[in-house]
């Protein structure tokens, strides 16, 4: 059996879109061959109905592994610099823990906003005071 990872990787190629494409327009040549039956369009809903179906946990796979790994990689980013380690694990808190650390962040952020904003208007007053001393 094919491992999750390469049903993915064959499954994201162009040449089965074009297969999957090439399916379709063969079960649409034939539709006046079969008088377009009841039979006909089943087969077309229960093929693409299975496909559906099976993607679906293949996609929900990849990206668990995708996140998984941005999580490490996140982990070992925080790990090495001057960021808080108290956010390393973080994604296993509550939506509402995550919301509340979330709000903290942004007002430090804008804090920190006014404060650079604040730190450039002294140093242009400075700038032009120094000017005015120097004329």
């Given at each position: 059996?094919?491992?999750p990872r390469t049903?993915l990787?064959?499954?994201?190629?162009?040449s089965?879109?074009?297969?999957a494409?090439?399916v379709?327009?063969v079960w649409?040549i034939?539709?006046?061959?079969f008088?377009?039956?009841?039979?006909?369009?089943?087969?077309i809903?229960?093929?693409?109905?299975?496909?559906?179906?099976?993607?679906?946990?293949?996609?929900q796979?990849?990206?668990?592994?995708?996140n998984?790994?941005?999580q490490v990689?996140?982990?070992?980013?925080?790990?090495?610099?001057?960021?808080?380690?108290?956010?390393v694990?973080?994604e296993h808190?509550?939506?509402?823990?995550?919301d509340?650390?979330?709000?903290?962040?942004e007002?430090?952020?804008l804090a920190?906003k006014?404060?650079?904003?604040?730190?450039?208007?002294?140093r242009?007053s400075?700038?032009r005071?120094?000017?005015?001393?120097?004329?």
């Amino acid at each position: 059996m094919c491992p999750p990872r390469t049903v993915l990787l064959a499954a994201g190629r162009a040449s089965t879109f074009l297969l999957a494409a090439g399916v379709v327009i063969v079960w649409a040549i034939s539709g006046p061959l079969f008088h377009f039956s009841d039979t006909w369009q089943l087969v077309i809903n229960t093929g693409t109905t299975i496909v559906t179906f099976l993607m679906v946990f293949l996609i929900q796979n990849s990206q668990n592994r995708d996140n998984a790994a941005i999580q490490v990689k996140l982990d070992e980013l925080i790990g090495v610099s001057s960021a808080r380690n108290s956010l390393v694990g973080i994604e296993h808190l509550t939506d509402e823990e995550i919301d509340e650390l979330r709000s903290k962040c942004e007002e430090r952020a804008l804090a920190e906003k006014v404060g650079d904003e604040t730190l450039d208007r002294t140093r242009k007053s400075a700038r032009r005071a120094a000017e005015q001393v120097a004329s």
